[in-house]
């Protein structure tokens, strides 16, 4: 197998956490990061071009004879960046990780994936979809539901779209806002309410040619910005891998449930997917149900699963150009690893930037995954609402937890805020 030079689409610590790995391989020949961050530009070449430019990115992977493309956030996915490059470049060695758009539409509509999960029998909650037209009706569905109640904006909306109401009136007044005032714009135009499952959430993570799938490691991510998962929900303050409570049985459960009819139900449709998959699942008295997909890895728990993952991740991608099914199992750290999340204050709502970073480059067993930083006048500063990812592994999660929260007392910022509770419930 011959080395490739790599693109990777995005600025977060997700693609931190790619470049970090992908840079180890010795399948990697030269590594681009568009744009990139103050993290990434220590692995590869940060070129400055936006993730919606898709005709400079075409120009870059022409330029720079890039061979493999890695998209990292959803939006390019579901605006049909895959499409776009394999249409302008037509370079039948040319492979796009992330599905194109027919894909990526099960993160781009809460409807079409709700649709998708009814019609090939995957366990979720039960739902109705609610537009300007038919809103008269949306009343007597909440009446029939049991508080909290959950309001989800159809299309994307930065991971802010889904609103958990414990008020009835409230989550009437609430889809009023959504649906006629649009206060998530053109996302919240139709408005999918569902029945609320209490339970404990799982990220599960699969890589698929469309046809056969690898299953990465189990996460579990916290997105409340306060202790005890109290506050606003935020992209993620923190995330652990593996998930203590997840036995071989419900591992199976997860598989044979909702992995494997997810898997054929992209091939019965007809969707051409190939790429990583994301499955949000609340976990219900040991049964698994599905909250949502993702057409792209998670974000913390990017920073906490390629950690464990001790095989040679460009190898895997390229070989799942041909067939999956063909390739050896994925090696995976039996180390518990966790991500504890520093943030700017303010965050998730306003928040300042260009705060100078210290102490990143000070001697510890953690990883720092740059998510909001760039480099201002020789100076690493803040750039984002999520900062730097502290990673650490050990044999036991309190031990690596303790290695995060140590990582994250060497380094400081004006503002710097975190959680000091992540995996307190386990």
């Given amino acids: 197998m011959k080395s490739h030079n790599v693109l990777i689409i995005g600025s977060g610590g997700r693609e931190n956490a790619l470049a970090w790995k992908i840079a180890q391989s010795k399948f990697c020949d030269n590594l681009f ?3 990139g961050n103050a993290g990434t530009s220590i692995l590869g070449e940060n070129i400055e071009i936006s993730v919606s430019d898709f ?13 493999v493309v890695i998209v990292g956030p959803e939006d390019p996915l579901v605006n049909g960046i895959h499409d776009f490059l394999i249409n302008e470049i037509k370079n039948d060695n040319l492979m796009v990780i992330g599905p194109k758009k027919s894909g990526a539409i099960l ?6 994936a709700k649709e998708f999960m009814l019609r090939h029998k995957i366990p979720t909650a039960k739902y109705r979809t609610f537009n300007n037209k038919n809103i008269h009706e949306a009343s007597n569905f909440l009446e029939s539901l049991n508080p909290p109640y959950v309001l989800k904006a159809d299309g ?10 414990k008020n009835l009136n409230e989550a009437k007044k609430s889809l009023d806002d959504m649906i006629l005032k649009k206060k998530f714009g053109q996302a919240s135009e139709k408005v999918v309410i569902e029945e609320y499952l209490n339970g404990i959430e799982v990220s599960s993570f699969v890589l698929t040619d469309g046809r056969t799938y690898k299953i990465f490691p189990l996460a579990k991510d916290y997105k409340r910005i306060g202790v005890g998962d ?8 923190g995330a652990i891998s593996p998930v203590p409570f997840v036995d071989k049985k419900l591992y199976q459960k997860i598989e044979n449930l909702v992995i494997r009819p997810t898997i054929n139900g992209l091939k019965k449709d007809k969707i051409d997917y190939s790429g990583f998959l994301f499955i949000g699942l609340m976990i219900v008295e040991n049964e698994p149900f599905v909250i949502e997909y993702n057409v792209r890895l998670g974000d913390p728990e990017t920073e906490a699963i390629l950690p464990r993952i001790e095989s040679d991740l460009l190898e895997i991608l390229l070989q799942s150009k041909n067939s999956l099914a063909q390739t050896p199992d994925l090696k995976v750290s039996e180390l518990f690893s966790s991500t504890v999340m520093t943030v700017s204050k ?6 300042e930037k260009g705060k100078i970073i210290f102490g990143l480059d000070s001697e510890n067993d953690c990883f720092f995954f740059h998510c ?9 500063v803040t750039s984002g609402g999520r900062v730097i990812a502290v990673t650490s592994m050990d044999k036991s999660l309190k031990r690596a937890l303790k290695k995060s929260y140590k990582g994250i007392s060497k380094i400081d910022f004006e503002g710097k805020t975190y959680r000091t509770d992540i995996g307190f419930d386990f």
């Fill in 33 to 35: 990061i568009a744009p």
């Fill in 156 to 165: 994307l909306a930065a991971g802010k779209g889904v609103l958990i109401l």
């Fill in 107 to 112: 993160e781009g509509s809460k409807e079409f």
């Fill in 55 to 67: 005709t400079k990115i075409k120009d870059l992977i022409i330029s720079k004879k890039i061979s």
């Fill in 230 to 237: 109290t506050g606003l929900n935020t992209g993620g303050m």
């Fill in 372 to 380: 909001g930083t760039k480099k201002e006048n020789q100076k690493i």
């Fill in 346 to 351: 303010g965050y998730p709502e306003k928040y």
